[in-house]
């Protein structure tokens, strides 16, 4: 059977936003493969990013992917997209059979241990137009993404990212809200992270 119908999505109950999630989007077996070929075979970098004046390395490894082309640019960085695999086209369609959307580009991110980390932002980069749709793919360890509202205070939302799962952000979850990997003291692997997206 396939695994998308093993397990019934999440819809969370959020203002402002439509979140959903499949918690088991690919089985266990199919994750691991797709895990340890991406973890190999991706050629991961670290760029320098700048934040209040300073330059820092960036606390993950990344990679772009995509259409010839469509470049991105985030905090002072542009990248320009190596060719689709073979196996993040695959990866590609099966994210797109759940989604009214036809995606250029996929981020990866590399967290490498619980000292990497992702600080609070939205992907609401002009390249990616408005409302867009945001379909991020985990695989490896698990991660806490959270979540807050820009102009309700207190709101947020902890999720934890499995292992072979899918995140949907749609609509205007990117206007209204930001999200995060935090940094974690406990002892975890690697986690290895695609944000597929449509660049204008």
Known sequence: MNSL???EPIILNLPDAEIIYYPHFFDKKEADTIFAELKNDIPWQQDDIRVYGKIHQQPR???LFGNEGKS???????MKPHPWTMLLQK???KVESVCDSNFTTVLLNQYRDGKDSNGW?????KELGVNPIIASVS???ERVFQLKHNSIPGLKQNILLEHGSLLLMKRTTQNFWKHQIPKTLKPIGSRINLTFRVIQ
Not at 72 to 78: G, L, Q, V
Not at 121 to 125: L, Q, S
Request: net charge neutral; glycine share 4%; no cysteine.
């Open 139 to 141: 695989f490896g360890a």
């Open 61 to 63: 490894l990344t990679a």
């Open 5 to 7: 119908f093993q397990s």
């Open 91 to 93: 990866i590609k369609l």
């Open 121 to 125: 932002h939205a992907d609401n980069e």
């Open 72 to 78: 991105y640019s985030y905090s002072n960085i542009k």
